[in-house]
């Protein structure tokens, strides 16, 4: 952005990874539970609403525009990557929150999307699209806690964001979005993740309809993920899998057809 200088995207990222970081220390400091867990994710959406409000405030002071509104959800076909902490705050959102008629249509919508991305290559379901299991009539049945990828993608031109949605598979294509709330959320959720491994607590991304599916089926998923099982495992990706993946994090887009 034009205006005052600001330190460069690396820089961005370290600070924000130190400050996920640092947030998990003290919340988990006494040790990691459910509800540890809960209040941590908790904060940390807090905290990167309270830095995306920033950035929209300072884009209308520069005349840039943010092209995000309810009703538009051309991005809510996409894949989207959640981790199981956040998938734990998702579940508790639906049991205490959710009326039984909408938690079992959800049931419905992710078990489905489950069906057709699960076995997936990694390629294959970046190109997917196909509804979110908690979108209804254009908005989303889970907004409040809604995961750190659906925070963080922040539109200058909801025009561009619908040219993908009609041509996933053209790489030229990109969606015009912001780079710094993709990196504040981004490295917010590697700082915390980075916690988790200190604990011997496997916390790795994979597809939202995946791991709410798998959580859908085992009430007691959640416990034996915290005593260092891998409940939420999935198949080992191949090299260029984990390529594809990492280009897809760091949001950086092709022109070269290597689909």
Sequence with gaps: MDGNQVPDLDDIGNIFF??????????????????????LMTAA????????DSFRNRCLREGLAIDCREGCSWCCHQAVLVSPQEVLLISQYLNEDMPDKLQSMIRTNASAKAVITGNMSVQEFLLCLHPCPFL?????????VRPMACRCYL?????????????????QIIAALYDFPLLAGRSINEGIRAVFLQSNIITSEW?????????FKNPSIFNEWLSGEDPYSIRELTAEENIYLREYRNRKESSEEGD
């Design 136 to 144: 209804d009539n254009g908005s989303c049945l889970i907004y409040r």
């Design 18 to 39: 130190q400050d996920g970081y640092r947030m998990a220390s003290e919340y988990l400091a006494e040790g990691v539970s459910k509800s540890r867990l809960v209040s």
């Design 207 to 215: 597809l939202l309809e995946v791991l709410i599916t798998k959580t």
């Design 155 to 171: 539109s200058s031109d909801a025009d561009s964001c619908h040219a993908k949605y009609q041509q996933p598979g053209n790489r």
């Design 45 to 52: 959406y807090k905290a990167v609403d309270g830095l995306i």
